[in-house]
Each structure stands twice: as structure tokens, then as C-alpha cells.
């Protein structure tokens, strides 16, 4: 089946590059320009939104991080990447909290925007400080997100505190730097960064 990648290696698309990697199926790369290629067809008949990443997989459409990583786990399940049922209520869990309350409140973050205490009543995540508590308790429960086992919300999930802690949008908390040590030594993590850090020198080179 064709498999094919969308992404821009200064994106969020490499969450989902470390997930392919993972999974270690062929794929097919197209990387987009955010100003042209990005923002026009054919492009944005894939994704109208003109955001990256999105796969496309035997004539199927998905954008979105963390549904991408959920995708892939279930498409390919010889990479040991989806729950088992034991691991299952952490996994989505967790996926969707990184997807909803932690990406919306690291985001406003750092856009500067503080809900004030009645619009705390109002917003999913509640506030900042909330946030972080409840992912340092969810990466101090066990090695990994899910249990003892490295799984796709470990990709997501852990893509999203690597980045936190690494440019400031999350404090270094022992617990996430040793979650990290963990989550972040894996071969395909390594892989995909060689790959996207190889794209961004050749866009310096040729600029």
C-alpha cells in the first residue's frame, strides 16, 4: 500500500516522521514550503487547513499529529506500537490530553494568554500550572505513558515535552528529563532526526 508524508522539517511533522520511523514501513516524502506550497493545490485538497503533517495511505487522508500516530499504530500492527487492552485506558488518555488541554495551553502559553479564574471554568485544560503537574504525574506513574512499554502516545506525547523543555514551554521537572532519557534513546527517534535535520541543512545550503 502507498504511503505517502507531507511535512516541513521545522513542523510538527516530525512528530509524525519519528512515528514512521517507528514503524518502519516505505514511505514517500513530500516536503512543503509554509508561505507557497503549503498554502496551495494540490496541497490543500489533502489538508484545506494548508497545515502539515498529513499522510496519505492507500488513497486515505489523515492529518493531525496525534491521529496519525494512532492511525499508523493500528495500521501497522507488527511495530508493537498499539495498546494492548491492559494499556488501553492510559493510552488514549494520555493521547488526547496531549492533543487537547496540553497542546492548548502550552500554546496559549506562549502566546501569552493566561485565562483569568472564571475563564478557567470555561477552558479544558484549566490553566498552565495544572497542565505541567498532571503531565509530570503521568510520566512518574510508570516508564512510559501507557506502562512499562514504549507505545505511539509515547511519540506523541513525548515529542511534544521534548520540544517543552528543550525551547522553555515546560519546565525542567526531574521527572520529564528522566522520562525523556527513556523515550528519546530510541534508534527511530534518531533516525528521523538525522532525517529532518539533513532537509533543514540542505534548505540552508541551497538558500
Not at 507557497?36 to 489533502?46: D, G, N, Q
Not at 488513497?59 to 506500537?81: D, K, Q, S, W
Not at 505513558?145 to 517543552?164: L, N, P
Request: with cysteine.
Amino acid at each position: 500500500m502507498a504511503l505517502t508524508f507531507y511535512t516541513n522539517p521545522r513542523s510538527r511533522g516530525r512528530i509524525v516522521r519519528w512515528m514512521l520511523e517507528e514503524v518502519g514501513a516505505p514511505y514517500e516524502t513530500v516536503v512543503l514550503d509554509y508561505a507557497t506550497t503549503m498554502k496551495a493545490e494540490p496541497y490543500l485538497s489533502i489538508n484545506p487547513m494548508g497545515k502539515v503533517p498529513a499522510i496519505v495511505h492507500d488513497g486515505h487522508v489523515i492529518t493531525e499529529g496525534a491521529a496519525i500516530c494512532t492511525y499508523l499504530a493500528e495500521a501497522f500492527p507488527e511495530a508493537g506500537l498499539a495498546p494492548t487492552a491492559d494499556e488501553r485506558a492510559d493510552y488514549y488518555r494520555w493521547m488526547f490530553y496531549a492533543s487537547g488541554p496540553a497542546e492548548q495551553a502550552i500554546t496559549n502559553r506562549a502566546m501569552g494568554f493566561a485565562p483569568t479564574a472564571d475563564q478557567q471554568r470555561m477552558a479544558g485544560y484549566g490553566n498552565f500550572d495544572f497542565v505541567v503537574d498532571t503531565l509530570e504525574r503521568a510520566v512518574s506513574a510508570h516508564r512510559y505513558f501507557a506502562g512499562d512499554r514504549f507505545t505511539a502516545v509515547d511519540v506523541y506525547a513525548g515529542s511534544q515535552i521534548a520540544w517543552g523543555v528543550q525551547f522553555g514551554s515546560l519546565p525542567k521537572r526531574a521527572a520529564f528529563e528522566a522520562y525523556l532519557v527513556r523515550a528519546l534513546a530510541r534508534p527511530a527517534y534518531k533516525r528521523a532526526g538525522e532525517i529532518d535535520d539533513a532537509l533543514i541543512a540542505g534548505e540552508a545550503m541551497a538558500g
